[in-house]
Every structure is written in C-alpha cells, then in structure tokens.
C-alpha cells in the first residue's frame, strides 16, 4: 500500500502533458456542430473497425490514457451500438465487414453521428482500388466529421472532439 | 546457424526417388520433390529426431504469364540445427490438385486453406476443406491471387453460411462472440462451446479485415512498397518494413551499412518496448487492476512521443527504407534516449513490483489459458508465445539480422506456458531491449545511410527474409517481375501461426478469462487477414 501510494505521490499528474496535435485539415461544418449539440456535455462512443491496419485504434486506445484521459471531457466509450451517440469508423471498409458496418449503423440509436478517422476511413488510403475493399465510410453510411491522418494524433483527435463541444453558431433570422 | 549440407544428404539419401533437384537459393538449401511424396518427405522431416522440422511457412506461386506453372514451397526450421530447408514442388499445366501435408502436420492447416482460397488449388486429403480468407459470401471461382484475377476486380455478392464445428450433448450452449467487439479492439469472430462456465471447444473464425495486401503489392514497384509494407499491421511498422526492406535488398545484392544495421536495431526494439509495455498494462488491466493499466499507458505514451520527437511519427513510420535508414540520430538524440529509457527503466520496476505483490492479480494469472509445450511444438507456434511454451526460438539469437550479430542478445524463455510465462517474456524482454539500446548507442559506428544496389534483379528471382519482430517472427517472401514491378510478396505475421494455437489454450477455461488469454496472446487481425 505505502508503495503504491509512493508511486503515485511521485509521479504526480500527467494529464495534458502531450504537444499539441497539428490542426485539423478539414475544418468541422456547421451541419456537424449542430448535430452534436444534443451530446454536448456527454458524447458516447462506439469504435468500428472495417480493416483498418491497427495503428487508427491503437490511437483511440490512447485517448483513454492517464495523459489524454478523454473522459475528462465527458466523452466514453460504450460497449455496444445500442448505448453509443457516435460511431467511429476506421478502415476502408472491406468486403467482409460491409454487412457488419451497416448493422453497427442501423443499431445505433438515433440521432447519431459518424466520425470517419483516418485516411482509409476518409478515402481508402493505401488500400483504395482492392478487390477486398468496397469503401470508403461514407459510401456505405453517411459521415459528419472527417479526421485525416495515417494515423491522426490523439491530440489531433482531442481537438476534433473539443470542437463538437462548440456552441452552435446561431442561424440569422 | 550450421551447415545444412549433412541435413539436405541424409534426406537426399532417404529419398533417392522422390527428389528431382537439389540446389541452394540465397543460401537455403532446397529440395525439389515429387508431387506425391511431399507428404512423406515432410513428415520425416518433421518427425526424425536428428531433424525436428517444423513449417516455418508454406507460400504458392502463380508463374503466369511467364510458364503456365504453380510452385508450392515448404520451408522447414530443423531445430537440430536451427537451420533452413525448402521442399519445392511444381503443378503443371492444368494441374489443380497437390496432396495435402496436414494430416501428419498441424501446422499446415491453415496455410493449405489459404492456398485454396486465394489460389484455387485443391489440398486433397486435408480434414477441412471450409473457406478461410473467402468468406461464403464470395462468388465461386474467385482466386484472387491467380495472376488472371484482376487487382481491381468488383466482387459480387452470393448466399453461403459459414458451419461451424457443432459439439453436442446436454447443457452445452453456443457464444457467439464478434465480429465487433466490446472495446477497441479489431474485428474477428470467436464461437465459444460452454457447459456452464468452461469452454468445451473455441472456434476462430477470422479474415475480416482482408484487405488483398499481397495482391496490392503486386501492383508496386520493388523500391517502392515500404509504406504499404508498414500498414500491413500497424503496431508492427518497423518490423514488416524491415522484414521487407531485407527481402528486397537481398535481391538487389545491397550491402547496408553497419550504421544503417545498428539503427535499424534500435528502432525495432524501440517498437518492442511500447508494444510490450502497453501490453502489460493491458493483461493487468483485464484482471480489473486499473493502477498498472494507468502506469503502463503513461509510460507507453512518453515512448510513443520519444519516437514522434525522433521520427516524426509516433509508429516510427518511414525510419526504414531500401537500402538502409531513411533517417539519421545525431549523438544528441542518443544520449537523450538513453537518459529518458534509464529513468523508464526504474519506473517500470517500481510498477513490475507493485504488480507482483499483488495477490489477487497475480492468481488470476497462473494457470489461466495454459499452452502445453507439446500444442506448442504441434502448431509451430512462435514468437513471445512459444517462449513461454518452452520453445526457445528467436531468430536475433538464431539467424541474426540487422546488428544482432554484434549485440548477443539474451532470450527470454519458460515453460509454463500460462498468462504469467507470456507476462514474464514480456517482462525479461522489455529490460533487454532497453539494454540493447544502450549498447547501440555504446557501439553505433560513423557511416552512411543508404547503400546503392549492385544489380537489378532478373525477372523470376526471389528473396526470403525473416525478422523477429515483438509479437515474434515476420516472414516476407519477395519476388522480382517485369519492369521492377513485384511478381509475388508473401507477407507472415507471426499472428498467422499463433491464432489457431489460442483455441486449445482457451480449453477448459471460463470464459470471463478469455479476453485476458487473448490479451496474454496480443495477436494481430491486421496481420493474419492481410
Ligand atoms: S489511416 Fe493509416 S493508420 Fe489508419 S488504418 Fe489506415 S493505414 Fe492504418
């Protein structure tokens, strides 16, 4: 127990210690900002791979680390479609994962969005052209966010997602 | 590594009929045998206890549009001599068929299944003729590794189910588990057979991910493929890059410099130590103890930014390329490196001995998912999962590539062949890279980057390369085609092999202890779906 305690004592808190990610190629639409505005404060997540090469989710991954802790800002990650606002997707989209892709999407409750992470996501990447790939993402469903990269940053991630959090800009009447 | 010389005379004096041909490729030696002796050669050489052979890897060749011709390739690790061997066979013509070697050898199973799906030819006699990497929704006669399947050929769609393997009697359910998971994991399907709590019988059922990798590097010039190489599986980056970086520099007759050979060392074990480490915390953090989870996921992260600092890229994407490394370490670096991994060193061992005193954690660990040594040795299994069965293999120690021949690297090796003995290679593994690391900086020579090749390789000529990354070994088999295009890549992540192994570790478990079994494997859908 001392020992732990020690541990933790020593090493303090690491949150936030991370360089700040690159900005985002392609800026969030207004569509996107306002059809998040329901999970402002609280967005759940469930991650779908459809052939990406690992790399894409072992970023994900990292945004539940000590040092991004992405919880922080309300945003978890759900189990099963059913609990989830927002589907991440990575890969290209193989032949074999169509149907499942399609049927993570009709789970999902409405309203929902669909973040496309990853060049492949976004328009096949490397794999674009293959017999086994029929993607990309938004061939099969449609897509509101892109986040490009091989793979994007975390922190490249986390500001996306702090950008969901916006206050809409309000139309003009 | 030994001469093989005594080896190839002893087969060839057993089998004065069978074998047409006897010759060496880039120093393998190999044996051209008789179609319907392959089977009987291969289990001699499998069974005879001055060989013990075990499939290394078995690949097919489509040698159209130059001869109408299928080659077969067998490449055998005698352990006696911890040396290569290579049965070659040849299907003529309009020739479909080849007997099948997987009833004398495991091993084989699903290689000949591979062959089958992507090749159309037919292994007769095999116990289990189903589609792998084809799911039953693929349109009949689609091969797509047959050199008349076009790259990017539109598939349609037809009806099929997949059967699985039924066990019967009372109380005995199905959990169907996939093919998307519960957290952020890749897709693949697990078919659970349970009487109450313990698993009766596992089924793996993958290739969701098959994205035609090897077909999409026949579309790529020999000099050019390196980023393909390292999307193959992303955590493995610098592994397949260099596994096909050799393979391509072989066939060049490139000569890398000693320098380029102790970077190249140094990123790999970089690659290895936040793999390891991260996966560490990952078995910890399936046992519900979420302390070393948290440690282990900073510390992987201070690894991943250490290698976007030298990089520029968090995966260390792009360090490799043909010929060498595509980019330098000035002194600065290496002494940074070295300070940064001795104080990860000490913060690791503090958390190694808070997870250690942990009772409750460490009893979740023995005895779960054991993978006996003979299973083991049966399925050829590799990498840290067969260090931890007692097969003591590693190709650094074994077929040195890189600088390991100047490094003797120490191996980590148990037998108990639970969750613990795959933690504890884990574990051994992650100090010896740091060691490593501290010796390249010691002995990294001056010089140059990339070396220039000797030749441009004839059409037809091929290259083996084998590299031990951190799940285990990576095997590439490149061939040159016309024009520098590549006729033929083989890409084998170690994944490949130890996938159908987690189905008998998992026997006899309960199931809430099969995510922790097959974190303790950590294997690649990425990999083995190609
Ligand atoms: S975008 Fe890049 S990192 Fe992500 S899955 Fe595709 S190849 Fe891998």
């Given at each position: 127990m001392f020992r732990i305690l020690k541990k933790s004592l020593q090493t303090g808190v690491v949150t936030g210690q991370h360089p700040a990610g690159a900005a985002p190629s392609e800026p969030l639409s207004q569509d996107a900002i306002e059809k998040a505005k329901p999970f402002r404060r609280s967005l759940t997540i469930r991650e779908v791979d459809t052939g990406s090469c690992n790399a894409c989710e072992m970023e994900m991954n990292a945004l539940a680390n000590p040092v991004y802790d992405v919880e922080r800002f309300g945003v978890h990650i759900a189990a099963s479609p059913r609990h989830a606002d927002a589907l991440v997707v990575t890969g290209p989209v193989t032949v074999n994962m169509e149907r499942a892709l399609k049927a993570v999407y009709k789970a999902t409750a409405d309203p929902k969005i669909v973040i496309a992470l990853g060049d492949c996501a976004i328009h096949c990447g490397m794999f674009k052209g293959s017999y086994a790939v029929t993607g990309p993402v938004d061939r099969h469903i449609p897509v509101d966010v892109r986040i490009s990269g091989c793979p994007p940053r975390p922190a490249e991630i986390l500001a996306v997602l702090e950008g969901l959090r916006q206050e809409p800009a309000t139309s003009k009447t | 590594m030994s001469d093989a010389r005594p080896a190839v005379e002893q087969v060839q004096a057993a089998f004065t009929?069978?074998?047409?041909?006897?010759?060496?490729?880039?120093?393998?030696?190999?044996?051209?045998?008789?179609?319907?002796?392959?089977?009987?050669?291969?289990?001699?050489?499998?069974?005879?206890?001055?060989?013990?052979?075990?499939?290394?890897?078995?690949?097919?060749?489509?040698?159209?549009?130059?001869?109408?011709?299928?080659?077969?390739?067998?490449?055998?690790?005698?352990?006696?001599?911890?040396?290569?061997?290579?049965?070659?066979?040849?299907l003529h013509g309009d020739e479909r068929e080849f007997p099948s070697i997987t009833p004398h050898l495991h091993a084989a199973k699903w290689y000949e299944r591979e062959i089958r799906d992507l090749f159309g030819l037919i292994p007769v006699g095999h116990p289990d003729l189903r589609r792998l990497v084809r799911h039953e929704h693929w349109p009949k006669g689609s091969y797509p590794l047959k050199k008349d399947f076009p790259w990017d050929r539109v598939l349609g769609r037809v009806q099929g189910e997949y059967a699985f393997r039924k066990i019967h009697g009372e109380g005995i359910f199905e959990v169907p588990v996939g093919p998307i998971h519960a957290g952020i994991i890749e897709p693949g399907h697990f078919r659970f057979s349970v009487a109450g709590e313990p698993i009766m019988q596992l089924e793996v059922r993958h290739f969701w991910k098959h994205r035609g990798v090897e077909k999409l590097f026949e579309q790529q010039q020999l000099n050019e493929a390196v980023p393909l190489s390292e999307r193959v599986s992303g955590d493995t980056s610098v592994g397949h890059s260099l596994a096909y970086c050799q393979a391509v520099e072989t066939l060049q007759g490139v000569e890398v410099s000693p320098r380029a050979r102790y970077l190249r060392t140094l990123f790999l074990e970089l690659e290895r130590l936040h793999n390891h480490i991260g996966d560490v915390?990952?078995?910890?953090?399936?046992?519900?103890?979420?302390?070393?989870?948290?440690?282990?996921?900073?510390?992987?992260?201070?690894?991943?930014?250490?290698?976007?600092?030298?990089?520029?890229?968090?995966?260390?994407?792009?360090?490799?390329?043909?010929?060498?490394?595509?980019?330098?370490?000035?002194?600065?670096?290496?002494?940074?490196?070295?300070?940064?991994?001795?104080?990860?060193?000490?913060?690791?061992?503090?958390?190694?001995?808070?997870?250690?005193?942990?009772?409750?954690?460490?009893?979740?660990?023995?005895?779960?998912?054991?993978?006996?040594?003979?299973?083991?040795?049966?399925?050829?299994?590799?990498?840290?999962?067969?260090?931890?069965?007692?097969?003591?293999?590693?190709?650094?120690?074994?077929?040195?590539?890189?600088?390991?021949?100047?490094?003797?690297?120490?191996?980590?090796?148990?037998?108990?062949?639970?969750?613990?003995?795959?933690?504890?290679?884990?574990?051994?593994?992650?100090?010896?890279?740091?060691?490593?690391?501290?010796?390249?900086?010691?002995?990294?020579?001056?010089?140059?980057?990339?070396?220039?090749?000797?030749?441009?390789?004839?059409?037809?000529?091929?290259?083996?390369?084998?590299?031990?990354?951190?799940?285990?070994?990576?095997?590439?088999?490149?061939?040159?085609?016309?024009?520098?295009?590549?006729?033929?890549?083989?890409?084998?992540?170690?994944?490949?092999?130890?996938?159908?192994?987690?189905?008998?570790?998992?026997?006899?478990?309960?199931?809430?202890?099969?995510?922790?079994?097959?974190?303790?494997?950590?294997?690649?859908?990425?990999?083995?779906?190609?």
């Open positions: - | 009929q069978a074998i047409t041909e006897v010759c060496a490729a880039h120093g393998i030696p190999m044996l051209r045998v008789k179609k319907q002796d392959l089977p009987t050669v291969a289990h001699f050489l499998h069974t005879n206890p001055g060989f013990r052979g075990s499939l290394s890897l078995l690949w097919a060749v489509d040698h159209r549009p130059r001869e109408a011709r299928y080659e077969l390739c067998y490449l055998f690790t005698l352990a006696e001599h911890k040396d290569w061997l290579l049965l070659v066979t040849d915390g990952a078995i910890c953090n399936d046992t519900a103890y979420a302390l070393a989870h948290a440690h282990c996921g900073r510390m992987k992260e201070q690894l991943m930014q250490l290698n976007d600092r030298l990089t520029g890229s968090r995966f260390l994407r792009g360090v490799n390329c043909v010929g060498g490394v595509a980019l330098d370490l000035s002194g600065l670096q290496l002494a940074q490196v070295e300070v940064e991994l001795n104080a990860l060193e000490q913060d690791f061992s503090a958390i190694e001995k808070i997870v250690f005193a942990n009772a409750s954690l460490t009893e979740r660990l023995e005895n779960t998912g054991i993978l006996t040594e003979s299973i083991a040795w049966d399925h050829a299994v590799i990498g840290v999962v067969g260090r931890a069965s007692g097969i003591d293999r590693d190709l650094r120690r074994d077929r040195p590539f890189a600088a390991y021949d100047m490094l003797q690297p120490k191996v980590a090796f148990y037998r108990y062949g639970d969750v613990r003995a795959r933690m504890r290679v884990r574990l051994d593994e992650i100090h010896e890279s740091i060691r490593l690391i501290r010796e390249v900086r010691r002995s990294l020579p001056l010089g140059r980057l990339v070396s220039q090749p000797m030749h441009q390789p004839q059409p037809g000529a091929w290259a083996l390369s084998a590299v031990e990354g951190w799940r285990g070994e990576i095997l590439y088999v490149v061939m040159a085609g016309d024009a520098g295009l590549i006729h033929r890549c083989k890409v084998r992540d170690p994944s490949f092999v130890n996938w159908p192994a987690i189905q008998w570790a998992a026997l006899g478990n309960i199931v809430p202890d099969f995510p922790l079994i097959n974190k303790s494997f950590n294997l690649s859908y990425a990999g083995n779906d190609l």
